[in-house]
Structure formats: structure tokens, C-alpha cells
T-cell receptor, first 114, second 110 residues
Framework: AQSVTQPDIHITVSEGASLELRCNYSYGATPYLFWYVQSPGQGLQLLLKYFSGDTLVQGIKGFEAEFKRSQSSFNLRKPSVHWSDAAEYFC????????????FGKGTTLSVSS | NAGVTQTPKFRILKIGQSMTLQCTQD?????MYWYRQDPGMGLKLIYYSVGAGITDKGEVPNGYNVSRSTTEDFPLRLELAAPSQTSVYFC?????????FGPGTRLTVT
């Protein structure tokens, strides 16, 4: 079945440590790929996107993501986490590249410890 | 630009009541969307629109209706509220592929 999987429901990282959030998708063709962040009680903010080209994409707030076609993955990374990064992170795909639908993963909650 | 605005922020409905969730965007985006977010489930698409006068169903349309008479506005209508519609509702807009989200409406049906 077509789906977006975020294997980690909850991750805790020490402040200053590196972060990697996983995302896998199961669609036949390479979809458009997105990462969004949601702070408590807020809407979703776009962190970065991948449509084509360079498989390492840079986003806002120091985040980056790498698209790996062979693994159907689009993992989000940050070299040094700040306490303000605590939030829920959603991977999303546009399977038809048409802008008519985003399919979201169930999200990963990031906690940052001091 | 205010971006995507949603009203109300919170609402409590009794079973069987109806209401309209308002969504407005000032970015002149053609595409607009309604999602619902339930704990641990991510976001599910309810309806979307690719332009004024054009709407289509998403993954979970049952119990909802939409209209799109202008580019700016995309209201979501609940006709007979049910407890299963307790959720947080997000409106989004897009010029093509990147979606921009409003702050959400938290709806409780009791």
C-alpha cells in the first residue's frame, strides 16, 4: 500500500547533539518530498522540500535532508540541536507531483534535554 | 501579508449542530486545502480546491462540505456534527506544490 512512514514516534536528543529523523515512502515514482515542523498549538511550517536535482537539500533553521532513491527515504538532519527545536516533525509526499494532495506521515515528536 | 487565517480558534458543538469553519488567504494562491489532525495520526486531507468554483474530495470527506466562490475563501461546513469530528482542523493554501498552513481550529463535539 502507498504510505509515508516515520518509524520513530518520539525521540529525545541532548541539546547540542546531532539529530536525524527518518522518513520512508512507498510510491512507484519519486514523489515531491517535504518536511514540516509543528510547535505546540501552532500550524505547520515548511522546513524544506525536494522536487528534483541535488539530493541534499537545505532548509530553514539549520535543517537539511537527503533524498535516497534506492532506500525510498528522505531523512531530516541537524548537526546541533537547540532547545527551541523541540516540536513535532512531519514528513509529507505529493505522490502525483500535482499539488492536489499531500500525504503525511504520523509524525515524530522531538524532545530536547539539557 | 497575513497568510492563511482561520476562524474560530476554538469551538464546542453539540451533536447534531452545524457550523462553518472559515479560511481566508491573501497570497492569491489557486490551491486550497482542508485537513484534520488527530493525535498520533498525522494530517488527513478532507477536501481541496484548485481554483474558484472547483473542489474535490480528499481522503476523509464524509460529513463535510466545501465551497470556493472566491480565490481567497474556502469555508468548510459541518452539517450534522458527530463526536468523530472532534479534531483540529487546518486550512492550507499553495501556489503549486508548497503548502502554507493556517493556525488551526480546535473543534470539540459533545
Amino acid at each position: 500500500a502507498q504510505s509515508v512512514t516515520q518509524p520513530d514516534i518520539h525521540i529525545t536528543v541532548s541539546e547540542g547533539a546531532s539529530l536525524e529523523l527518518r522518513c520512508n515512502y512507498s510510491y512507484g515514482a519519486t514523489p515531491y518530498l517535504f518536511w514540516y515542523v509543528q510547535s505546540p498549538g501552532q500550524g505547520l511550517q515548511l522546513l524544506l522540500k525536494y522536487f528534483s536535482g541535488d539530493t541534499l537539500v537545505q532548509g530553514i533553521k539549520g535543517f537539511e535532508a537527503e533524498f535516497k532513491r534506492s532506500q525510498s527515504s528522505f531523512n531530516l538532519r541537524k548537526p546541533s540541536v537547540h532547545w527551541s527545536d523541540a516540536a513535532e516533525y512531519f514528513c509529507a509526499v505529493d505522490p502525483n507531483q500535482a499539488g492536489t494532495a499531500l500525504i503525511f506521515g504520523k509524525g515524530t515528536t522531538l524532545s530536547v534535554s539539557s | 501579508n497575513a497568510g492563511v487565517t482561520q476562524t474560530p480558534k476554538f469551538r464546542i458543538l453539540k451533536i447534531g449542530q452545524s457550523m462553518t469553519l472559515q479560511c481566508t488567504q491573501d497570497m492569491n494562491h489557486n490551491y486550497m486545502y482542508w485537513y484534520r489532525q488527530d493525535p498520533g495520526m498525522g494530517l488527513k486531507l478532507i477536501y481541496y480546491s484548485v481554483g474558484a468554483g472547483i473542489t474535490d474530495k480528499g481522503e476523509v470527506p464524509n460529513g463535510y462540505n466545501v465551497s470556493r466562490s472566491t480565490t481567497e475563501d474556502f469555508p468548510l461546513r459541518l452539517e450534522l456534527a458527530a463526536p468523530s469530528q472532534t479534531s483540529v482542523y487546518f486550512c492550507a493554501s499553495s501556489p503549486s506544490n508548497e503548502q502554507y498552513f493556517g493556525p488551526g481550529t480546535r473543534l470539540t463535539v459533545t
